[in-house]
């Protein structure tokens, strides 16, 4: 095959260039190797005469030589440093997750003017003297109790998200098209946080020396936990309250036979004569049947 012909060039531009250098640099010592590279490792060659050919070129000229049999040879390598790719440690180098750091940054924001507001007011005679603190001084007796359930978990899930970014990264496996979902998790976790700060009563529980902030923020930092913590509590309550007796799935089972029965209650023989004799028919038979296990299971025991 031609390296200037269609398929090639249309494979060719499924990767990039820069990415196949990048994996090469990675794991050079699968490349490497003192032995002669058997036929079947041809591919080893093929990177290596890439990276000398495309060594002082720019980023136009290198992706020329990305070529479909520099792709298929790129393609062995990721087969052996999955989950690490080329375009995985490109994104790692500068992972694009501004939303989340939005996200952070606004959380954060919110708690710490939320707990100085609070603070300034329990505290400072002169800012509860100024007019221009009504409003905020309203805001943190009767806003912020309600909220902080929500803010505090909300900043947890972001503290959790920025920490697996940051280990991902570390490992060279981040990747954008698989990381997802980041919004979604930092709605559940603020969510959970205000549930659970909101359904118990702090005060009952033995949590001595952790405020509600702290409950909320730990609770969208470990949201499995929390989930499954929520999870047992409602299998306590179904067993208290005997709810699983109301579930379908433990409704008694009718037959086959018994449901043709009731069929056949439901049939007139004068307007479908044909029907209701072969429900007759099928109804005996399926006697028979039951009939005939019965005395051979009855053979079997006299054997034994």
């Known amino acids: 095959m031609s390296n200037n012909s269609p398929s090639a060039i249309e494979l060719s531009t499924t990767v990039t260039a820069r ?16 032995d002669e590279p058997q036929p079947s490792e041809q591919w080893k060659l093929d990177l290596i005469e890439f990276c000398v050919a495309s060594a002082g070129l720019d980023d136009a000229a290198r992706q020329t030589l990305c070529t479909a049999k520099i792709v298929t040879a790129y393609t062995k390598l990721c087969s052996i ?22 996200w952070n940054l606004f959380f954060l ?16 005679t002169t800012a509860a003297e100024c007019h221009c603190w ?8 009767h806003y912020y109790p309600v909220l902080s359930g929500l803010l505090w978990g909300g900043l947890g899930s972001c503290v959790y998200l920025l920490k697996k970014v940051n280990d991902i990264s570390q490992s060279r496996e981040f ?10 998790r930092i709605m559940l976790g603020a969510t959970l946080g205000w549930v659970v700060v909101n359904i118990f009563d702090m005060d009952t529980l033995d949590v001595d020396g952790v405020s509600v902030p702290a409950v909320a923020f730990l609770t969208g930092l470990s949201v499995k936990v929390v989930y499954g913590f929520l999870e047992k509590v409602v ?19 009718v037959s086959f036979k018994d449901q043709l029965a009731q069929f056949q209650l439901k049939l007139d023989p004068s307007a479908d004569y044909a029907l209701f004799q072969a429900c007759s028919a099928l109804r005996l038979q399926l006697e028979k049947q039951q009939q005939q296990q019965a005395d051979h299971s009855a053979q079997n025991t006299t054997e034994k």
């Open 134 to 141: 009504i409003n905020l001084s309203d805001y943190s007796i």
């Open 175 to 184: 990747d954008p098209d698989v990381f997802t979902g980041i919004f979604s």
């Open 81 to 102: 440093t999955l989950p690490v790719t080329g375009a995985s440690i490109i994104h790692s180098k500068n992972p694009n997750i501004r939303w989340l750091y939005f």
């Open 19 to 34: 990415e196949v250098l990048e994996l090469c640099k990675y794991r050079p010592d699968l490349l490497l190797t003192s």
């Open 235 to 253: 299998g306590e309550l179904e067993q208290k309250f005997k709810l699983h007796s109301l579930k379908g799935n433990n409704a008694p089972k």
């Open 109 to 124: 924001v919110i708690c710490l003017s939320s707990l100085v507001i609070a603070n300034l007011h329990i505290y400072s």
